[in-house]
């Protein structure tokens, strides 16, 4: 399969390429050239299949040309070693849980799927590859545990100081080996840009192999589409046979773009809710049809704090940059602390269910916008106790029990490497590893 920019200056390149490079030299996305979609005897019995078996036929369609079948399989059960459940809150609406990997947010899929998959490809490689990554606090974790001691490979993560969660933070930077944890002196979009500078850099593209594993790159946020076939057969597993409604809470936007490929593939999906905090840039896209980036805010769901979410321009592409057909398909919400403090607290105190933050946000969403006969599903990106501050200030200190998987990453010892948000003292930083 070919993977094209979505820029479109540049030829179409490999799986391999795309997969390598992170982002198109026209500083485009890569998308895929077509969508295959299902027949519908995969969903007649897609109830009977599990998690791993799902997203096996799922990575097929996008891989299965590129990589032997053998060992996307091995990849695909690797990955995926981890329940997904789907619970019911209310009669409506349910809860995915998505926060049962090892670091214990949603993120931990494509990070580990990507180490895999690149891993694969630089096989008689016998240069080091070095993937650069931009958090606001899940990404860093998630990609760092899937790539940690993966030979071969280097990973840079770079993060706003004093603007991840405790937990967050001690899950890269105690790692050390092939991980470096980068404490940038400035926000997420700080990060976001030092890293979308070193790979238009000339200089250092010619001194090292870069390339990145934020949801820009295609093995990162395709196989987030896994979660919405699972999601969808758990519940006609569970007699529910209604088209479903998904609230997605969003920063970059890839959780969601994948949705829209999981749709685009035959997934009997009504509609989407792109739920957002205060970084409402797209919430106003989709009521004024203008799209106007700027710097992010910093909220209690950081991993969302996203001024210029970078799946945006996979959105467009899908929809042929029609606004009106984008608006038909997502509805947006957008929410401050203090409604989401709020939520938490009230589906504590009613549904005796714990929500983090970010989940916080997907679930208020779906609850103001379901409609009559709709069944919903909110996306719970991570797990409460990542974000123990946040959610102890809100439901009372002792209300958060750490799992003994984030107990175990309290224990190191941070190593994080002090920068500013200058480009220069990066690529000098980077020139001198
Ligand atoms: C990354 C993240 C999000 C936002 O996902 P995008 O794909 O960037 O839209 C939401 N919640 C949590 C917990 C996250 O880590």
Redesign the pocket.
């Known amino acids: 399969m070919k993977y094209y920019s979505t820029n479109k200056s540049v030829p179409e390149v490999s799986l391999m390429e795309a997969v390598t490079k992170g982002l198109a030299s026209d500083n485009g996305l890569f998308m895929p050239e077509r969508i295959e979609e299902f027949h519908p005897d995969f969903f007649r019995r897609i109830h009977q299949m599990s998690f791993q078996e799902i997203s096996f036929e799922v990575a097929k369609k996008f891989f299965g040309e590129d990589v032997p079948e053998k060992t996307l399989k091995d990849i695909v059960y690797d990955t995926l070693n981890f329940d997904c459940p789907v619970v019911q809150l209310s009669d409506s609406i349910y809860s995915l849980e998505l926060f049962h990997g090892p670091t214990m947010?949603?993120?931990d899929v494509g990070g580990r799927f990507m180490a895999r998959l690149l891993s694969y490809f630089l096989e008689g490689f016998k240069k080091e590859v070095n993937v650069l990554v931009a958090t606001s606090?899940?990404?860093g974790s998630a990609v760092a545990n899937g790539f940690y001691k993966v030979p071969g490979i280097k990973v840079f993560v770079l993060y706003p100081k004093g603007l991840v969660s405790n937990i967050q933070e001690k899950q890269f930077t105690t790692l050390g080996n092939n991980i470096t944890s980068l404490e940038i002196d400035g926000t997420f979009d700080d990060c976001q840009r030092l890293v979308k500078s070193a790979f238009l850099d000339k200089e250092l593209n010619k001194a090292m192999v870069l390339t990145s594993a934020n949801?820009i790159n295609v093995a990162r946020f395709l196989p987030q589409a896994f979660y919405y076939f699972n999601a969808y057969a758990r519940l006609r597993e569970a007699g529910i046979t209604e088209e479903l409604v998904f609230s997605?809470?969003?920063?970059?936007?890839?959780?969601?773009t994948a949705g829209l490929f999981a749709k685009f593939m035959g997934l009997p999906i009504k509609r989407f809710i792109a739920a957002n905090n205060e970084n409402d840039i797209v919430f106003n896209y989709l009521k004024s049809g203008k799209y106007e980036p700027r710097e992010s805010v910093a909220t209690i769901?950081n991993?969302?704090d996203?001024g210029d979410?970078s799946?945006f321009a996979r959105i467009l592409e899908l929809y042929n940059h029609s606004h009106n057909e984008i608006a038909s398909e997502i509805v947006g919400y957008r929410y401050s602390d203090d409604e989401i403090r709020q939520t938490m607290k009230q589906v504590f105190e009613e549904e005796n269910y714990m929500l983090?933050p970010?989940g916080a946000v997907g679930y208020r969403a779906l609850k103001a916008d379901l409609k009559e006969g709709e069944v919903g599903v909110f996306l719970e990106?991570?797990h409460p106790a990542k974000f123990t501050e946040t959610v102890e200030g809100v439901l009372g200190t002792g209300t958060v029990v750490l799992p003994e998987k984030l107990s175990a990453f309290m224990k190191g010892e941070k190593l994080s490497v002090e920068l500013s948000t200058k480009f220069s003292d990066f690529k000098r930083y980077l020139l001198n590893k």
Do not use: E, Y
């Not at 997605?248 to 969601?256: D, M, Q």
């Open positions: 947010a949603f993120k606090g899940d990404t949801s997605v809470p969003s920063g970059n936007f890839g959780n969601l769901a991993a969302m996203v979410p799946n983090d970010h990106t991570a």
